[in-house]
T-cell receptor, first 111, second 112 residues
Framework: DVKVTQSSRYLVKRTGEKVFLECVQD?????MFWYRQDPGLGLRLIYF???????EKGDIPEGYSVSREKKERFSLILESASTNQTSMYLC??????????FGNGTRLTVT | KQEVTQIPAALSVPEGENLVLNCSFT??????LQWFRQDPGKGLTSLLL?????REQTSGRLNASLDKSSGRSTLYIAASQPGDSATYLC???????????FGSGTKLNVKP
């Protein structure tokens, strides 16, 4: 079974803090994704990566950056957290033409 | 642009009932379609992936069908149980698999 591990289930941060969300997968998948999920807005793609050090912007990249230094790890960085970034953050991975697998999510609250 | 719709938004059924969840998409040029379930406060769990060349895919009490020409997929759940209560989402990838279009989900409640 594919395992996608997000480092934190719940995080509470203050406005202006730099926040790191970590995602690790154990299946040597090429593609990794960061989504946020909000009530009424569904899942929205923030960034994805198709290889080490390679990344592309999704639909809502503003206020976020990513890092992929190793194939198994994809980090989402909030440079200066704001209250409108309070959300559920979901990491996903896949290989071409194989199912998309999600982690358990990180519920981030910015106060 | 692909649009994915799931109707109804919510469904409540008594335990033991067979039920069908619907997913429709506007662009029929899809490579595959995936069904997920999501429990409250958790991530999405992959249920079934059905390729564009397939008509059906089965896993246990779940059966997914795909009709590309009409832009529809259904998820059939046989003999529903309270443990099936969750939100069910469908998703289709963009042609380059760098983006997935998700439906807004159907929230299922199976009453004991």
């Amino acid at each position: 079974d594919v395992k996608v591990t997000q480092s934190s289930r719940y995080l509470v941060k203050r406005t202006g803090e730099k926040v790191f969300l970590e995602c690790v997968q154990d299946m040597d998948h090429e593609n990794m994704f960061w989504y946020r999920q909000d009530p009424g807005l569904g899942l929205r793609l923030i960034y994805f990566s198709y290889d080490v050090k390679m990344k592309e912007k999704g639909d809502i990249p503003e206020g976020y950056s990513v890092s992929r230094e190793k194939k198994e790890r994809f980090s989402l960085i909030l440079e200066s957290a704001s209250t409108n970034q309070t959300s559920m953050y979901l990491c996903a991975t896949r290989d071409p033409n194989s199912p998309l697998h999600f982690g358990n999510g990180t519920r981030l609250t910015v106060t | 642009k692909q649009e994915v719709t799931q109707i109804p938004a919510a469904l409540s059924v008594p335990e033991g009932e067979n039920l069908v969840l619907n997913c429709s998409f506007t662009d029929s040029a899809i490579y595959n379609l995936q069904w997920f379930r999501q429990d409250p406060g958790k991530g999405l769990t992959s249920l079934l992936l059905i390729q564009s060349s397939q008509r059906e895919q089965t896993s246990g009490r779940l059966n997914a069908s795909l009709d590309k020409s009409s832009g529809r997929s259904t998820l059939y759940i046989a003999a529903s149980q309270p443990g099936d209560s969750a939100t069910y989402l469908c998703a289709v990838p963009l042609y380059n698999f760098n983006k997935f279009y998700f439906g807004s989900g159907t929230k299922l409640n199976v009453k004991p």
